[in-house]
């Protein structure tokens, strides 16, 4: 597929040489394409550009930028470029303020989520909340000794979640679908969840597994 993925940060860079691993044409955007130059060198197959022309090129996207600035990168990718496609959402709604006891502090409420006011903004984007909840170091066909980690997933469009299961499948997941786009207010918190051990002991390593019977 041709994947267009939104951001300059780590979990944008990540996620993109995964793509380019598993086959894959992949364009990174960013406001300053520039600042990719280390990236596309160690990833030649890969292309750069602005959030527009990545958004353009994919047929599916994956926004990865800071929760405050998400709304603000989708507008300059562009409503038209999005319009019917697939948006694989890894934001969070991180607030600007420190954790408070290692709690990661959030500037959404539990009744209103960053992927609800994305949908509601871009409401002809398939949005589909992914890796949200797990650092970079796993989110690429990462090695436990228990199996497939769990990412769980949600959103209002069944054939964009189908096309997202089939990318964290090739990616060494097994996916949790829970539900539509109300879920994210159930799954970004998992993020707060996650790096708790990561401020309290400095441990970054682990993903969650859901066990069922
Ligand atoms: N780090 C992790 O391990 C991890 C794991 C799971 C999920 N997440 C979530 O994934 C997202 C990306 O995290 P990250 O650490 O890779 O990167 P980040 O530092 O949170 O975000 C970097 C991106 O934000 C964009 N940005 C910043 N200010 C902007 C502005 N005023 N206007 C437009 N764009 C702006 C930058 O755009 P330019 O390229 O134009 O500078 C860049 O692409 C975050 O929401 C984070 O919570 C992170």
Same mark, same amino acid.
């Given at each position: 597929m041709k994947i267009g993925v939104l951001g300059s940060g780590d979990v944008a860079k990540t996620l993109a040489s995964g793509f380019l691993k598993h086959g894959h044409q992949v364009t990174v955007g960013s406001?300053?394409?520039?600042?990719?130059a280390d990236w596309a060198k160690a990833n030649p197959a890969g292309a750069t550009g602005t959030f527009a022309e990545a958004a353009a090129f994919g047929e599916l996207i994956v926004l990865a930028v800071k929760g405050p600035v998400a709304g603000e990168v989708l507008r300059l990718a562009g409503a038209n470029n999005l319009a019917g496609k697939t948006v694989g959402d890894a934001c969070n709604p991180i607030a600007d303020a420190p954790p408070d006891h290692g709690v990661l502090q959030f500037f959404t409420t539990h009744h209103d989520s960053l992927m609800e006011q994305l949908q509601r903004a871009f409401p002809d984007a398939h949005l589909v909340k992914v890796? %949200?909840?797990?650092g970079t170091i796993s989110m690429v066909n990462p090695e436990f000794p228990d199996g497939r980690p769990t990412m769980f997933i949600c959103g209002n469009d069944a054939g964009a979640k189908k096309q997202v299961e089939g990318i964290l499948d090739q990616f060494g997941w097994e996916t949790a679908d829970m539900g539509d786009v109300v879920a994210a207010r159930a799954i970004e918190p998992l993020c707060i969840l996650w790096c708790l051990p990561g401020y309290l002991? %400095?441990?970054?390593t682990h993903a969650f597994k859901l066990l069922k019977r």
């Open positions: 406001r300053t394409p520039e600042k990719l890796f %949200n909840s797990v002991r %400095n441990e970054w």
